[in-house]
């Protein structure tokens, strides 16, 4: 099942925090985060797996609390390099597959 | 290789007929993935792939799509009958190990269009 993010857009200042959410309706053993700039692949951010963990390098972090089966990132201080589409994917207990949310476009303006 | 290679970059074809996407992992990676991506939108789960044997293929939206990796390396996507819907870029990606815990590096993807 496809999870949630929000928002579904974001414009920032360079050097202002966001937070982007994903949720989904069913119980997690992994949350992944990926950045894909136009025309380009997606690429990994970081993993975080059931157990309710924290995660972050420089200044790009996230969270995953496996009771409400949500995961935030942190960007802080962005910088204009942090323009892109941002999506969660999520490994359910009982499937084999990692299925991806519909992103979230974050643009950071100088 | 370096990273995931996918073949060809585009493919442009005509409505009715077949085509096959080639994807060729990192190697030593076991597992691989494909996936479908429209305009504005999240990649779209079709198959994966743990070895040579699909361990799931519940994203492949009809017969038409078919998907094999026979020495548990290389992979290719099947269309038969092409209709202009399935215009997308198809995406694969491997990773070291299952999808849990292992970060999946993606190719650059097949700009499929059908005219």
């Known amino acids: 099942q496809q999870p949630v993010q929000s928002p579904q857009a974001v414009i920032l200042r360079e050097g202002e925090d966001a937070v982007i959410n994903c949720s989904s309706s069913?119980?997690?053993?992994?949350v992944h985060w990926y950045r894909q700039k136009h025309g380009e692949a997606p690429v990994f951010l970081m993993i975080?797996?059931?157990?309710?963990e924290q995660k972050g390098h420089d200044k790009i972090s996230a969270s995953f609390n496996e009771k409400k089966q949500q995961s935030s990132l942190y960007l802080t201080a962005s910088q204009l390099s942090y323009s892109g589409t941002y999506f969660c994917?999520?490994?359910?207990?009982?499937?084999?597959?990692?299925?991806f949310g519909s992103g979230t476009q974050l643009t950071v303006l100088p | 290789g370096a990273g995931v290679s996918q073949t060809p970059s585009n493919k442009v074809t005509e409505k009715g007929k077949y085509v096959e996407l080639r994807c060729d992992p990192i190697?030593?990676?076991?597992?691989l993935y494909w996936y479908r991506q429209s305009l504005g939108q999240g990649p779209e789960f079709l198959i994966y792939?743990?070895?040579?044997?699909?361990?799931?293929d519940s994203g492949l939206p009809n017969d038409r799509f078919f998907a094999v990796r026979p020495e548990g390396s290389v992979s290719t996507l099947k269309i038969q009958r092409t209709e202009r819907g399935d215009s997308a870029v198809y995406l694969c990606?491997?990773?070291?190990?299952?999808?849990?815990?292992?970060?999946?590096?993606f190719g650059q993807g097949t700009r499929l269009t059908v005219v």
């Open positions: 990606a491997s990773s070291l190990q299952g999808p849990v815990a292992s970060e999946a590096f």
């Open positions: 069913k119980a997690l053993y992994s």
């Open positions: 975080l797996l059931k157990g309710g």
């Open positions: 994917g999520t490994v359910e207990g009982s499937a084999r597959q990692l299925t």
């Open positions: 190697s030593g990676h076991t597992a």
């Open positions: 792939f743990q070895g040579t044997g699909a361990a799931d």
